[in-house]
């Protein structure tokens, strides 16, 4: 730097770093999408354009990185089933929680898909625990709001709520996002759902 240039506001450093950390944990996902767990740093630094070291100040560790990752999928599953929890209409509750699970399918799925080839994470029972209370806990509020049907235990209806994520992802390619994704909605309203009232 010569001795009459400013240094950069701390503020524009911030703005900088944070938009690293953005490009570096968006690229991380289209690797970790492509090769599983065993992502290269040095292929996810090409993915973001940014330096290597870049990577690192970021995320200091592979393993730190991937965690970061998972945690984006697990902040944005328990915000969709919290949303769905705040809207006392069970029913409405219902379809918001199927509308956003297209949604995290398109962010997340091929995340997914890569967590279910891979080993399994540390944390990754106790997130996958803990959401599945909270999701089960609005179940058992539509079940009991007669909004699901009463011969449909409770355990059958997460795992077909759960399936909707990779049913959606399998054919999305073959008949489009918008036609996937009211299939897969309206296979689950027939399944499980009671008739709406007239």
Same mark, same amino acid.
């Given at each position: ?76 599953? $328990?915000? *969709?089933?919290? %949303? @769905? ?6 029913? !409405? =509750?219902?379809?918001?929680?199927? +509308? ?28 996958? $625990?803990? *959401?599945?209370? %909270? @999701? ?6 539509? !079940? =009991?709001?007669?909004?699901?049907? +009463? ?48």
């Amino acid at each position: 730097m010569s001795p009459g240039e400013l240094a950069p506001p701390q503020e524009h450093l911030r703005a900088d770093a944070r938009a690293n950390r953005e490009r570096v944990i968006a690229a991380a996902r289209t690797v970790m999408a492509k090769s599983g767990l065993g992502v290269d740093m040095r292929d996810v630094a090409q993915e973001a354009g940014v330096g290597v070291a870049t990577v690192y100040r970021t995320y200091k560790t592979r393993e730190v990185m991937i965690e970061a990752v998972i945690n984006d999928l697990i902040d944005d599953l $328990t915000g *969709l089933i919290d %949303r @769905a929890h705040r809207i006392t209409d069970s029913r !409405l =509750a219902i379809e918001n929680l199927l +509308a956003g699970t297209w949604e995290m399918a398109e962010r997340h799925g091929d995340i997914v898909d890569a967590l279910q080839r891979g080993p399994e994470q540390a944390g990754a029972g106790e997130h996958r $625990t803990r *959401l599945q209370a %909270r @999701a089960g806990a609005l179940l058992q509020r539509a !079940l =009991a709001d007669g909004v699901i049907r +009463a011969d449909c235990p409770l355990p059958y209806v997460m795992a077909n709520l759960s399936s909707l994520f990779t049913l959606y992802l399998a054919v999305r390619g073959q008949i489009g996002p918008e036609a996937a994704a009211e299939a897969c909605a309206e296979g689950f309203r027939r399944a499980v759902l009671t008739p709406k009232s007239p």
